[in-house]
């Protein structure tokens, strides 16, 4: 064969090499992240001020906090539709229990924890003991969660916390970084790491991809899926803390919707649904990319019902690039 049927052949071949790279990991996302910060900065003239870069990262940090913990559970090729509704839970133990019982605020901050991680306990124990698939096991604590969050007050809200906790969000130290934002960068520097140098980080992404040969492999398969579970409910208290120092306040109606954001935001980022594939540096560009959406279009005007078809346009894509890499 000639130097330029090599040459020929191997053109193909380079540049799907080239496609797929860009399309793996976190750089494909990136690419979009930066290409919708250009469309936005020509359409708006206060999006690239440093003010709306601060309230964009405001914004960004309970979903943000939501899909560190989703990242996992997608990973090992599961899913958690109750995250939302555990945010909503710990949201109304936080508020509740000083409110009705007079428990001190310090130890309803460490209960509302709790009861985010025993929500997710409950999720793992689902999907590895009883063997339910992770879409209804994680669809039955989403409505056991949203339930108990609206019998603790009779649906009815908590106003008003201590100043120095709703000073965690609203406080920014050297002028830019509130403590809340500070806690959502320090997690997810640990779940970087945790999933790239900590061998059962690695683990994870071996379960992904089969969690038969896992075993055989001598990894603790079913202890470490209802570990990852109990990780996202944790991630989610945390994340109900943030949102009430926020608002100053617990609801009820908290969080609906935040799960699909928060998967929408990991597969976004280049994770896969089929379990394996997925980054908290993608993770972070998919929840940025979710923000900047938002705040983009409520800058020009868009309706925040086209904004929702926006969103799932965008899932689609996300879903079908992944198709396209795994083909």
């Known amino acids: 064969m000639s130097t330029t049927t090599v040459r020929a052949a191997a053109g193909p071949e380079a540049k799907r090499t080239i496609w797929s790279?860009?399309?793996?990991?976190?750089?494909?996302?990136?690419?979009?992240?930066?290409?919708?910060?250009?469309?936005?900065?020509?359409?708006?003239?206060?999006?690239?001020s440093a003010r709306n870069f601060l309230n964009v990262i405001?914004?960004?940090?309970?979903?943000?906090?939501?899909?560190?913990?989703m990242t996992g559970v997608i990973i090992i090729g599961g899913i958690d539709l109750s995250v939302g509704s555990i945010l909503a839970l710990s949201c109304m133990v936080l508020g509740w229990l000083p409110q009705d019982y007079g428990v001190p605020f310090g130890v309803s901050l460490l209960l509302a924890i709790i009861a985010g991680a025993g929500c997710g306990l409950v999720n793992g124990l689902l999907v590895t003991r009883a063997k339910l698939p992770p879409f209804i096991a994680t669809l039955t604590v989403m409505s056991v969660a949203r339930g108990l969050a609206n019998l603790t007050t009779g649906g009815e809200q908590v106003v008003g916390y201590p100043d120095w906790f709703t000073k965690l969000a609203t406080v920014r130290h050297f002028g830019f970084l509130s403590a809340t934002v500070a806690m959502f960068i320090i997690l997810a520097l640990a779940g970087w790491i945790f999933l790239r140098y900590r061998a059962t980080g690695r683990s994870l992404y071996a379960i992904g991809g089969n969690p038969e040969v896992a075993r055989l492999a001598g990894i603790k398969v079913l202890p470490l899926t209802v570990w990852v579970y109990v990780a996202s409910g944790v991630l989610a208290g945390l994340a109900a803390l943030?949102?009430?120092?926020?608002?100053?306040?617990?609801?009820?109606?908290?969080?609906?919707?935040?799960?699909?954001d928060a998967i929408a935001a990991v597969v976004i980022g280049g994770a896969s649904l089929s379990g394996g594939i997925g980054g908290i540096g993608g993770t972070v560009v998919g929840v940025l990319i979710i923000g900047v959406l938002h705040n983009g279009l409520n800058l020009v005007g868009v309706s925040p019902f086209i904004q929702q078809v926006i969103i799932g346009c965008v899932i689609a894509v996300a879903v079908t690039i992944d198709k396209f890499r795994r083909r």
Request: glycine share 12%.
């Open 242 to 260: 943030v949102l009430s120092a926020r608002l100053d306040s617990s609801q009820p109606s908290a969080g609906l919707g935040y799960e699909l």
């Open 58 to 69: 405001d914004q960004v940090t309970v979903l943000g906090i939501l899909a560190l913990g």
């Open 21 to 48: 790279r860009l399309l793996t990991g976190s750089q494909g996302p990136l690419i979009g992240l930066i290409v919708l910060c250009v469309v936005f900065s020509v359409t708006s003239d206060v999006f690239l």
